[in-house]
């Protein structure tokens, strides 16, 4: 009987041994995650989004500089541009004196190596001295509004220095012309003698001389 006692005692304190050791390695597996791995997967989520990121800033970031650049490469105005307008320092001026079928004075403007542009003032501005009585009257005659001046091409006009009768007048061994009005930087030119100027005038630009005989209308 007492045999039979500590066997079956054996065995509870054997089966008590069991459940105490499984018990105690349930218990230690939620205490240590690290060892299962079960927050490996959350690691490489977190780097995932993180690199997401980064490679959304790097492309918005590529994005800004491409248009930077695009801006600083714009192409800005010079004096070869297309559709650069003429001012009188962009052009070379001759005067000869024409006999037929009037005499008169014609202008030559011819724009300087290099530059293209554009006689948009109709009107060349003509002056001989510093003097208001000095200052060509236009004529309205020829005319093409714009005319574009680059390598070989021309423009002319035509001036009549004296439109009165009797003796009347000065004499000028020069002429101050400009493409307009209000340029800051009007040329002066040798005339090809001493003329005697009264009330002169001045016909508008063409590319066709005969079209830039100046006569009173």
């Known amino acids: 009987m007492r045999s039979r006692l500590a066997t079956r005692s054996a065995r509870l304190v ?17 205490e240590d995650p690290s060892e299962t791995g ?31 650049k695009g801006g600083t490469e714009a192409p800005t105005g010079d004096k070869s541009g297309y559709g650069q307008s003429c001012g009188t320092n962009d052009l070379d001026f001759t005067v000869t004196w024409e006999a037929q079928p009037i005499s008169h004075y014609l202008v030559t ?21 510093s003097g208001a009585d000095g200052v060509a009257s236009p004529v309205g005659q020829g005319g093409e509004d714009p005319i574009k001046l680059s390598g070989a ?7 009549n220095v004296k439109t009165t009768e009797g003796e009347g ?14 340029d800051p930087n009007p040329a002066e030119v040798e005339l090809p003698d001493a003329p005697t100027v009264d009330k002169p005038i001045v016909t508008n630009w063409s590319t066709k001389r005969d079209e830039v005989i100046p006569r009173i209308v």
Do not use: H, M, R
């Open 38 to 68: 079960a927050a490996a997967p959350s690691t490489s989520t977190s780097s995932s989004a993180s690199a997401s990121a980064e490679g959304t800033e790097s492309g918005k970031g590529g994005g800004e500089n491409g248009t930077a």
């Open 109 to 129: 403007a011819k724009a300087k190596s290099g530059i293209t542009c554009y006689l948009d003032v109709n009107t060349p501005s003509v002056s001989f001295g």
């Open 14 to 30: 054997l089966a008590a041994a069991v459940v105490t050791a499984l018990a105690a390695t349930t218990a230690c597996g939620p």
């Open 153 to 159: 091409s021309v423009a002319y006009a035509g001036i």
């Open 169 to 182: 007048g000065k004499q000028f061994e020069n002429v101050i012309i400009a493409t307009s009005e209000d």
